[in-house]
């Protein structure tokens, strides 16, 4: 690099990164700085982000960016930071300026089922129509409610509530703030007007000093704070939000054409553990409709909604080779893609939502299970299975594609794929023809770059999402899939179909 250089913590499912980005030429390029595990962790029964660990390797991974940046990489200056992670899990701080813990990982059973409790305490109509939110167990809101029922102690010490990244902010820079783009996931947001709703938090007896006004990402909050600078040798240094929920960053990365249209001609699946799929409108789509599909409104960058849909994503076909790794067994990513593209066709058809295989023990089992229970042959080909979890996300996306074209009244042109799942062609050639539609895969780090884009723009390097977006398409390649033969799509799309009912 040369010039001013952005860093991009990236907290993801399996693993945390510390990622420099900066201009060399006219193009962008991306340097790892720190890579690290992310695991939770398990105390008694509760499964808890290991915060203070990923503290330390943050801070490991952004010292040697900072050594990096003094030797190696001549004439750059590091210019700021920001961190960015999956939605709905936050912390709390105390009076006393620290972190008041135990902070919960979403995925803890304790929030299993609460969607439906909430809805006792304030009607399911109310809670849309104040957040347009699609209703999970793992949203805040769920989380929140858990704690609350289970009287947390974090209820007598807190005061600030902060997602994860801001809570690293903090640790950062001193300062609280909530960035809102992670804010929108909590469901507790107004996206209209991008405030707390005093309606939930009242409805529910939750606090209102807790929740600071949301910030918009590209705000400068402070400078690293001095015991970190010395640390890390990130003297000065701006921390800058980026859009700190993981998928508003790997959106605003997709090489689209065109900002949030109002008739959205492209959608993107954000694709990695989830499937994030969904459209980049101008504003909030709060509609019976938008409920009844159980989509959700969240905040994207510089105003705009992201309406999408989680769909189970590649953790199904994660979790399968997780199965046979732990019979000594384990294929590798090429081998399993390449069993499932020469197994037969539609011979298993697994609906990726189906809660079976949220968590279980084994999902091969589970598959198997789900195979019995809706009158299928249970698969005795480790190729069949491949096979039948990645056309169960393709079906699945076509089934979300046909929603988002109605709920916006348009027609969707071109698919993006971003995140690690665009690596996977045969996913990606299964999608376009699936679902009929050209699919343009890649970047895969859509993540880390988007938050590096949106730091470019809170510094004033970039001046606009077009422009960051340009900048997108001239750095990194795609791969362009052509839909073929979606006729042969129809009979198991028809079929899939009931499985939602
Ligand atoms: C993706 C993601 C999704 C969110 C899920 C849980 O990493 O952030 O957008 O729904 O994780 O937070």
């Not at 980026?242 to 990365?253: E, G, K, N, Y």
């Not at 084994?362 to 042959?377: E, F, P, S, V, W």
């Amino acid at each position: 690099f040369s010039g001013p250089v952005h860093l991009a913590v990236d907290l993801g499912a399996s693993s945390g990164r510390v990622i420099a980005g900066g201009l060399n030429g006219d193009r962008l390029e991306l340097a790892e700085t720190g890579r690290f595990v992310n695991r939770p962790l398990k105390v008694q029964d509760a499964m808890l982000w290991n915060h203070l660990q990923l503290w330390q390797d943050i801070q490991d991974g952004l010292r040697d960016a900072a050594l990096r940046a003094n030797s190696e990489w001549t004439g750059a200056s590091i210019a700021s930071v920001g961190v960015d992670t999956w939605g709905v899990s936050f912390g709390f701080v105390d009076a006393n300026d620290q972190i008041a813990a135990p902070v919960w990982h979403y995925r803890d059973a304790r929030h299993r089922g609460m969607a439906e409790k909430i809805c006792e305490i304030v009607p399911k109509d109310t809670i849309f129509a104040e957040t347009g939110m699609q209703f999970m167990d793992i949203n805040s809101l769920c989380q929140l409610i858990a704690a609350k029922q289970n009287s947390d102690s974090v209820f007598q010490t807190a005061e600030s509530f902060l997602m994860m990244g801001d809570l690293f902010h903090w640790l950062l820079s001193g300062e609280r703030s909530i960035e809102a783009s992670n804010a929108s996931t909590t469901q507790l947001l107004n996206p209209a007007t991008q405030t707390w709703s005093t309606k939930l938090l009242d409805g529910f007896g939750l606090p209102h000093s807790w929740f600071a006004e949301p910030t918009a990402a590209g705000t400068t909050i402070g400078t690293v704070q001095s015991s970190v600078a010395g640390e890390t040798g990130l003297h000065g240094v701006p921390v800058i939000l980026p859009a700190t929920h993981d998928t508003a960053s790997a959106v605003l990365a997709v090489p689209a054409e065109n900002f949030a249209p109002a008739k959205p001609d492209w959608c993107y699946i954000s694709s990695g553990t989830w499937s994030l799929m969904g459209v980049e409108v101008p504003s909030p789509v709060v509609t019976p409709l938008c409920a009844d599909l159980n989509f959700t409104n969240e905040g994207g960058v510089q105003g705009s909604t992201r309406l999408l849909q989680n769909i189970g994503g590649l953790w199904i076909y994660q979790q399968i080779r997780a199965a046979l790794d732990r019979q000594g067994n384990a294929p590798s990513w090429q081998e399993m893609t390449e069993a499932a593209a020469s197994a037969p066709a539609f011979q298993l058809l697994v609906n990726p939502d189906d809660p079976a295989l949220v968590a279980p023990d084994n999902m091969i089992d589970a598959i198997c299970g789900l195979a019995g229970r809706t009158g299928q042959k249970v698969p005795t080909d480790n190729g069949v299975l491949f096979r039948g979890a990645l056309e169960g996300l393709a079906l699945r996306y076509r089934m979300c594609l046909q929603h988002l074209e109605s709920l916006t009244d348009s027609r969707i042109e071109t698919i993006h794929i971003v995140g690690g799942g665009s690596l996977n062609a045969l996913l990606c050639q299964m999608t376009a023809d699936a679902c009929g539609r050209r699919v343009v895969a890649g970047p895969v780090e859509a993540t880390a770059i988007g938050n590096i884009l949106m730091q470019m723009i809170g510094s004033g390097s970039l001046h606009s999402i077009d422009e960051a977006r340009q900048l997108v398409r001239h750095s990194f390649p795609t791969q362009t899939y052509e839909p073929q033969h979606t006729d042969r799509w129809d009979e198991p799309a028809a079929k899939f179909a009931t499985s939602f009912e």
